[in-house]
């Protein structure tokens, strides 16, 4: 019986960790002293880079500059994320998955008029 509530409880273990909290993050240079850019505060974006492991092996490891760009991917025109959040939640045991997150607020291009 302690051996079925063992493999019970380590059959639905994961983790989520949380990396930190950035000011500003871009996966490239970008230059914020000229004042060419904004936040664009009226929407949060997220992005989300994962896959499935198999002994702890993924085909493709996802990596936080992926979720940062799939993030960034839902702006036209973004360069980058203000206010970002990056997060990792994995769970594996034989099988299993890890996904990187990242939210934050997209950096576009001022507009000339």
Do not use: H, N
Not at 50 to 63: E, F, N, R, V
Not at 91 to 108: H, K, N, Q, S, T
């Amino acid at each position: 019986m302690k051996r079925m509530l063992l493999l019970g409880m380590m059959a639905f273990a994961g983790c989520t960790t949380q990396l930190g909290k950035f000011t500003v993050y871009s996966p490239k240079p970008i230059d914020l002293s000229k004042g060419e850019y904004a936040v664009d505060k009226t929407q949060k974006v997220k992005g989300v880079d994962g896959t499935a492991l198999y002994l702890l092996y993924g085909p493709d490891m996802p990596t936080y500059d992926g979720a940062v760009r799939k993030a960034m991917a839902q702006k036209p025109g973004c360069v980058g994320l203000a206010d970002v959040t990056l997060s990792r939640k994995g769970f594996w045991l034989l099988f299993g998955f890890c996904d990187f997150y990242a939210e934050g607020y997209p950096i576009v291009k001022k507009e000339v008029k």
